[in-house]
């Protein structure tokens, strides 16, 4: 059976309480099948003690990305990447989560690929799991690596790793290359994901928009039918902004859920 996860960020257990009370109900209730938790980085000494009430929740970790400065492209930086992740490792520990999602770095020259799958094999953390990227950022305005299906498969042989299928980068990344989407999302599904990101957006785009469902003309259905496995876990990575509660999410899972029926 599917589950459908919610995510939080580290920071709302200070930020955005009444959000995280609320997430809590839900994931107790069993309304959602596990948490992802974002985790920014130096966070987890100031949130330790709030984010114990999710313990014996399943839980799925995401590791900074370039937004905050972590790429594994820049073999500078690999100290600086190692404490970021440090932290995740932190967090999975506490909450017994088997996969930390991680982000490759950016496209900035030839041999990235390389040195991407250098700093993910040093880090030596077996629950890393990479996560396809769109072509190009739209909010950091560079290219990133991760975006085909031939990169991911060389971290999944070469490092190795798991692998996060987020739909929409697909998506991006697809359109950027000029290629037919379904094919493109069939070449990543045969990569045998540990879980995927779904949000609704535009099918033609190249940036993805993190839509709720219902609110793009992404072919929700397909995408969950087709692509993913009948015990997936599938986070729903829709809206923007700081939440009150988690009503939008339960709205997001009602839809899907009876789209999938």
Known sequence: MRKFGLKLWSMDFIKNKDFVLSAEKALKDGKFGYLELFALPDTFDLVEKEIRIFKGIKTVIHAPHDKYGFNTSDRNLFADNQHMLYDSQR?????KAKIIITHPGYRSNVNVLEENIRQFRAFNEPRLAVENLPYTCSSMHKDLEGATPDEIKCFIDEVPCQFCFDFSHAVCSANHFKQDVYEFLAKFAKLKPCMYHLCDGDITSTFDAHLHYGEG?????????????????ITMETGFGLPSSV??????????????E
């Open 247 to 260: 009503q939008p999410w339960l709205d997001d899972l009602a839809y899907i859920q009876s789209l999938c």
């Open 217 to 233: 003309n992404y072919n929700l259905k397909r995408f969950v039918s087709e692509f993913t496995s009948k015990n997936a876990l």
């Open 91 to 95: 967090f999975a520990d506490l909450l």
